[in-house]
């Protein structure tokens, strides 16, 4: 099994600022999924990026992935205070595993 | 909109006790899933669940953990005799795809406490 490791462990910004979290992982993936948990809620699964896409975006985010690197980043734009959450990048084989997370805070 | 629905919310439990938690998946996956997060803590993968049998299962899920899918539509986790540690958020997740092809959809957890 992998899992995927998110840095910064926490990030505290100003709403309208933009957010940046990074994720690594070990061994090769076919994809790599972002998740978001708002306090003790269920995860909600926000964007997939496969092994041979580099970008990908979804509204006000962004995801970039590097292969080579084994790395991938998570960028919201614009960030509002309802963005406060933890954020999780997950990767499989096997089975889905979660990283330990970034917890982004937006100061409104 | 089709959601991963879980009962109990919240249950409290004496130590050694017996205890199940409920999900129900959305009705046209196939896959399921059950994780846990400590309070503060990662979520941690537990089992996951295909055509009626285990399909991987991590060093937590031991012999003290169980899953069944009873009918057609529940899933469920028993922890045999419940231990203090295993106080934790547990949340089911059932995907149509197998995990890492498609999105996992998450209910929104039991909350165990054992004392």
């Known amino acids: 099994s992998q899992q995927g490791e998110e840095d910064p462990q926490a990030l505290s910004i100003q709403e309208g600022e933009n957010a940046t979290m990074n994720c690594s992982y070990k061994?090769?993936?076919?994809?790599l999924q972002w998740y978001r948990q708002n306090s003790g809620r269920g995860l909600v699964h926000l964007i997939l990026?496969?092994?041979?896409?580099r970008e990908k975006h979804s509204g006000r985010l962004r995801v970039t992935l590097d292969t080579s690197k084994k790395s991938s980043s998570l960028l919201i734009t614009a960030s509002r205070a309802a963005d406060t959450a933890s954020y999780f990048c997950?990767?499989?084989?096997?089975?889905?595993?979660f990283g330990a997370g970034t917890r982004l805070t937006v100061k409104p | 909109e089709p959601e991963v629905t879980q009962t109990p919310s919240h249950q409290v439990t004496q130590m050694g006790q017996e205890v199940i938690l409920r999900c129900v998946p959305i009705?046209?996956?196939?896959?399921f899933y059950w994780y846990r997060q400590i309070l503060g803590q990662k979520v941690e993968f537990l089992v996951s669940?295909?055509?009626?049998?285990?399909?991987?299962k991590s060093e937590i899920f031991d012999d003290q953990f169980s899953v069944e899918r009873p009918d057609g539509s529940n899933f469920t986790l028993k922890i045999r005799s419940t231990k203090l540690e295993d106080s934790a958020m547990y949340f089911c997740a059932s995907s149509e795809d197998r995990a890492g092809t498609g999105e996992l959809f998450f209910g929104e957890g039991s909350r165990l406490t054992v004392l």
């Open positions: 997950a990767t499989l084989r096997g089975d889905m595993r």
């Open positions: 061994t090769s993936i076919n994809n």
């Open positions: 009705s046209n996956h196939l896959y």
């Open positions: 669940f295909y055509n009626n049998e285990i399909s991987e």
């Open positions: 990026i496969r092994s041979n896409e």
